[in-house]
């Protein structure tokens, strides 16, 4: 779509009829999804569908990640009248991307949320697309994990993260934004030997043979040490990025449930990410942003930076050339 053809119209979230390509809607009008990208259930020649999992009744401090899908689409705005910066191809151009919408489920039955989640992003990627997820509580990555795994096999989990999510919890039909990594774990959907967390900064003894790069080994070693590191570990398994907010310092991204200091700065998240292209990544997701505590909107921002980098890591193996 031309920038003169754009001059013309409004809302290409219902209005566009081509999947690919540069939006260049004002950025402060219209209907907000996911990059401009149209809203539709009809996934025939959909390559990637972003979907919310606006679910954040698992949380163990402070609330308000179910309104994170909506944050992270409007912070969004912002991005889809440029190719993604670096990347030297356009994954808005070159793959058909679309909105999905957010998952819908019963707010009063939390325990069936989890089997939700398997069945709705496992419809998306048996229709033949890729799936990245904005969260919703960190407990939502749970579901994405099954549902890749039942697909691709044990998968090698990268976790960008303040916390662990290791801790032991052998109750299964708990739902923890906690403990759902220990769990994915013992029911072999990860590998945890082939998988790595990043930016760890909280205390929890018992690693579960998961490889931890933690905060300190960041600021030490610099993104790129720990980019290396990651496809050191990771190799050419399948893979699944899970981006936990608060990975990042909270000056970088005050609007989460469990901020800690120390963190990520924006920057090295950013080269962090570049620097894994070549990774053969199935899907992915960015979670636990919560808009009542993100009063500048900073968090909703990084977060949307965050989903379009899973994008280009996904299409860096699939583009053309």
């Known amino acids: 779509m031309s920038l003169e053809d ?16 540069s939006s260049f809607e004002n950025v402060f009008a219209g209907a907000a999804s996911f990059l401009r ?24 401090n402070r609330p308000g990640t179910r309104l994170g899908p909506r944050a992270i689409r409007e912070a969004s705005l912002l991005q889809p009248c440029d190719a993604p910066y670096g990347w030297g191809y356009d994954v808005l151009s070159e793959f058909a991307i679309a909105d999905y919408g957010d998952m819908p489920f019963d ?21 033949g697309a890729a799936c ?10 749970f579901g994405c994990l099954k549902a890749h795994a039942e697909r691709h096999g044990p998968l090698s989990v990268i976790q960008f993260d303040a916390h662990s999510d290791t801790w032991t919890d052998d109750d299964m039909t708990r739902i923890d934004h906690g403990t759902f990594l220990y ?70 991204a005050p609007g989460t449930g469990t901020p800690v200091w120390g963190g990520l ?18 899907g992915g997701d960015v979670v636990e942003v919560s808009p009542p505590f993100d009063t500048t909107g900073a968090t909703a921002i990084a977060a949307a930076h965050v989903a379009t980098e899973i994008l280009c890591l996904w299409g860096w193996t699939r583009r053309k050339g």
């Open 37 to 60: 990208r149209k809203y539709t259930k009809d996934l025939a020649g959909v390559d990637v569908a972003v979907t919310g999992l606006p679910f954040d009744q698992a949380v163990t």
């Open 6 to 21: 754009a001059k013309q119209q409004i809302d290409h979230a219902f209005t566009r009829t081509d999947l690919k390509g």
């Open 132 to 141: 990245v997820v904005l969260g919703g509580d960190h407990s939502v990555t």
């Open 183 to 252: 769990k994915a774990a013992k029911l072999g959907f990860v590998d945890p030997e082939r998988s790595v967390q990043i930016g760890i900064r909280t205390d929890n003894p018992d690693t579960h043979g998961f490889n931890i790069l933690d905060a300190r080994a960041v600021h030490r070693n610099g993104p790129e040490w720990v980019a290396e590191r990651v496809h050191e570990i990771v190799g050419q398994r399948p893979c699944y990025l899970t981006f936990d907010i608060d990975a990042l310092d909270p000056a970088f």
């Open 265 to 282: 700065s924006s920057h090295q998240a950013a080269v962090i990410l570049r620097h894994l292209a070549g990774i053969d990544l199935k």
């Open 107 to 127: 707010y009063a039955r939390p325990a069936e949320v989890w089997d939700r989640i398997t069945d709705h992003v496992g419809g998306i990627l048996d229709a």
